[in-house]
């Protein structure tokens, strides 16, 4: 199943079950997510304020399953597709935004160095660093291999 940028699944141990997420092959631009930085982040966080599934393996052996993947505790919940929620009652929204409120303020909060992710990322200059990258990506044909059009359109 794909979910986002990278091919996730369910494996049964006759135990449980435990989604999985294995590193997908480039797209257009050269580049595919590092499950192995994935699940290092998420293994980081766990135990923190930060809710995130508890990180079961990491298998950098491709013979398996024939790419990198890791695994993580599964949790059911609820996906809503539209920011909206029209589907919820204002007192379930509210819960909702207020949910998602408490958990940007705790990943604000998380001591990234106390984790251990010092060495993990250049840090300063995040967005500068992105912005070059898409525009690289962009002017490197990207634009042509995904979004046909989207110049002439976005002059209209």
Known sequence: MMVGSAPRGVA???GGLAPGKA????????ASPKVDREFCVMSALHGSLVPVPKP???CDDASIVGTPFYLMERLR???FFEYATPTLDAAARRACYDS????MAAIHRFDWQAAGL??????GNYFGRQIKRWSEQWFDGF???TVPNVLKRSRE
Request: charged letters at 25%.
């Open 143 to 145: 634009h042509r291999a």
């Open 23 to 30: 590193t997908p092959t480039a797209d257009a631009s050269g």
């Open 100 to 103: 998602m409120c408490r958990t």
């Open 12 to 14: 049964d141990d006759s």
């Open 77 to 79: 919940g609820r996906v």
């Open 118 to 123: 010092t060495d993990f990322g250049r840090p």
């Open 56 to 58: 079961l393996l990491y």
